[in-house]
């Protein structure tokens, strides 16, 4: 796991330098860079660093990689989980190879079976790679998004690296901020890909492969390939597959010469991957876990977890959350590089940095799982929306307007919100339903942003990157659509920014087991009854491992990895903040915001007429990531 950078028609080694002392973090243990001859006689070359955090062979595996024929240098963010089987395959073609590094597997492999060569690599990846006879440098980023890989142009060429505060470094790169980019984030609480908050720098989305040559740069798509293993046809059956491969994922992915622990929610996706690992490892992994104090105890998940370490007989190491929140949050908005407003950010930082303190460098996450098997609370509304398909529209838009007379709660019960959102989707055609689940800023709270901003991008709305990514997606079964759009928008910009992100922060390598390709494959040729069946969630994950894990944690209804921050928001030092931060001359300075409606936002929050967590959160994040 490191981080990379680097540039094209450029021979600034200082420059490259410069860009991976903004993200040291994400590689500590080593910092190297190479420049790369270009066409003779242009006086351009490439130029490729990494600062490595050693996790495979650490003593050999240094960065950047030469193949021995000296053809191809590479550097890579990521694990490639089968690298033995790919070590395997070359010795037996005749390549001999100098280390036990999944590095210099992943370059001598590219270099003898070509780019499709990437196909055969289980795990996440963001990779960039010089070929010194095409003379053209290659970027790939995995096909599930799980590493990050940005991209700006200069005058001269292109600049790469894994996070945009690292692009930012360049001097070419403007800082101009995207609008629209404005508008994603308050409206999903990421900016989906591939924009991001800068206009000068984007994304390489997921599953994509640039190339860049001597003026020009094209793109191509890559893909794993296709599991070939088919669900079987009774439900039994099916359970016993899902074990048997996530068993396999989970086996893949302990593969570390550093100490290993697990994320532990105390939720069964991360009870299952406990299990799993526990019983592949042979050795008792420490389990680590967020406790809130007592007045945030809906939030708490520690008993729960207790519950399954006991069970399991796993070490438990519960991480107590003060209260503070701005300390860390602080810390995350200076490395995400742009604004990003999933308040488990920082829940997911303070256990990696927890577990770093204490010698672990890799985690395994249950990430991806609610995903895969449809375990949010939008996914069951559109069961339970298809059920009452028969109430008249009229009695629906009834039920929606008395529904707005309802009270709301800061101390974590959103349930009184999320029966206001459901019947505002259930008054809409299904495909439409998706969007308004999944999306804040509708309606009044629009009105948040000034009438200076909202004319600058009159056309722009805060439907308009859901209704784009729907649009590509031609399924015509709305249950099948909701997971694509999940595993396109959702996954890759939300939850998986958050792992990353978070984990590398405090110099953590986070593992994401769910997320192996042929668990995948096989989760999205399930039937949509093996996910939901009336109203439980994740039905065949709960059902796999019922006879394992306590009934408690299989029977119990879905969490999430939160924090407390709406009742700070409410009554805590987050609100204090935030009023600050949101006094009138403040606000108009910046000129996105309605000053007045902003307040009234606050103000209702407090009183419990609204719950505005999620959007208050965001405005208050974007605030401090413009002075950051």
Request: aromatic share 10%; hydrophobic share 40%.
């Amino acid at each position: 796991m490191c981080g990379i950078a680097g540039l094209t028609s450029s021979s600034d080694d200082e420059l490259v330098l410069k860009m991976l002392g903004r993200m040291k973090y994400r590689g500590p243990d080593d910092t190297n860079v190479i420049s790369l001859h270009g066409t003779e006689g242009r006086g351009h070359g490439t130029v490729l660093g990494v600062n490595r955090l050693a996790i495979i062979d650490p003593e050999r595996g240094r960065q950047p990689a030469t193949t021995k024929s000296g053809k191809l240098t590479l550097v890579f963010n990521g694990e490639i989980y089968n690298h033995p089987e790919l070590r395997a395959r070359l010795e037996s073609d005749g390549v001999r190879l100098r280390t036990r590094s999944d590095t210099e597997v992943i370059a001598e492999y590219i270099e003898l079976y070509g780019r499709n060569g990437l196909r055969d690599f289980h795990g996440m990846f963001a990779i960039a790679w010089y070929d010194l006879c095409a003379r053209e440098v290659y970027l790939a980023r995995d096909h599930l998004g799980i590493k990050p890989l940005f991209v700006a142009t200069t005058k001269s060429g292109f600049a790469f690296a894994s996070e945009i505060s690292a692009l930012i470094a360049h001097p070419e790169i403007s800082r101009e901020i995207d609008l629209r980019a404005v508008i994603d984030f308050h409206a999903l609480s990421y900016i989906p890909a591939p924009r991001t908050i800068y206009l000068g720098v984007r994304k390489v989305p997921p599953g994509t492969m640039m190339i860049i040559g001597d003026g020009y740069a094209r793109s191509e798509s890559i893909s794993p390939r296709t599991p070939d293993l088919a669900p079987a046809t009774s439900y039994l059956g099916r359970k016993k597959q899902l074990y048997e491969l996530l068993a396999e994922s989970v086996r893949e992915q302990l593969i570390s010469d550093v100490p290993l622990g697990l994320y532990l929610s105390g939720g069964v996706d991360s009870s299952a991957l406990a299990y799993l690992a526990n019983l592949e490892c042979g050795v008792k992994l420490p389990a680590f876990t967020i406790g809130y104090r007592e007045d945030a105890k809906l939030f708490d998940e520690t008993n729960y977890a207790k519950l399954v370490c006991n069970a399991l007989g796993l070490e438990h190491r519960v991480v107590d959350f003060d209260g503070d929140f701005l300390t860390p949050l602080a810390e995350l908005v200076r490395a995400m590089g742009e604004p990003h407003g999933n308040s488990s950010d920082v829940s997911h930082y303070l256990v990696a940095k927890a577990a770093r303190d204490e010698g672990f460098k890799v985690l395994l996450s249950g990430t991806g799982a609610d995903e895969l098997f449809a375990g949010y609370p939008r996914q069951l509304a559109l069961t339970l929306a298809r059920r009452f398909e028969w109430i008249p529209s009229t009695l629906r838009f009834l039920l929606m307007r008395l529904s707005s007379f309802f009270a709301e709660s800061t101390s974590g019960d959103h349930r009184p919100r999320r029966a206001k959102q459901f019947l505002r989707g259930f008054c809409k055609p299904e495909r439409e339903r998706l969007i308004e689940w999944l999306t804040y800023f509708h309606h009044d709270e629009a009105q948040a942003f000034s009438g200076e901003f909202r004319a600058r991008i009159p056309e722009y709305d805060h439907e308009t990157a859901l209704r784009l990514a729907l649009d590509g997606i031609d399924s015509k079964d709305i249950f099948e659509t909701a997971l694509e759009l999940d595993m396109r928008t959702w996954l890759p910009d939300n939850m998986l920014q958050v792992t990353d992100r978070a984990s590398m922060l405090a110099s953590v390598e986070v593992r994401v087991p769910y997320l192996g390709e042929r668990v995948v494959g096989f989760a999205r040729s399930l039937p949509w009854t093996d996910k939901i069946s009336g109203f439980r969630t994740k039905r065949i994950l709960k059902d796999t491992f019922a006879d394992i894990l306590p009934a408690e944690i299989t029977s119990r209804a879905k969490q999430g990895f939160t924090t407390p921050m709406s009742m700070s928001l409410a009554s805590g030092e987050l609100g204090r903040v935030f009023e600050s931060r949101f006094a009138p001359e403040k606000v108009s300075r910046r000129g996105f915001y309605n000053c007045e409606f902003v307040r009234s936002m606050l103000d209702r929050h407090r009183s419990e007429k609204r719950d505005f967590c999620t959007e208050l959160w965001s405005m208050l994040v974007l605030d401090m990531f413009m002075e950051s």
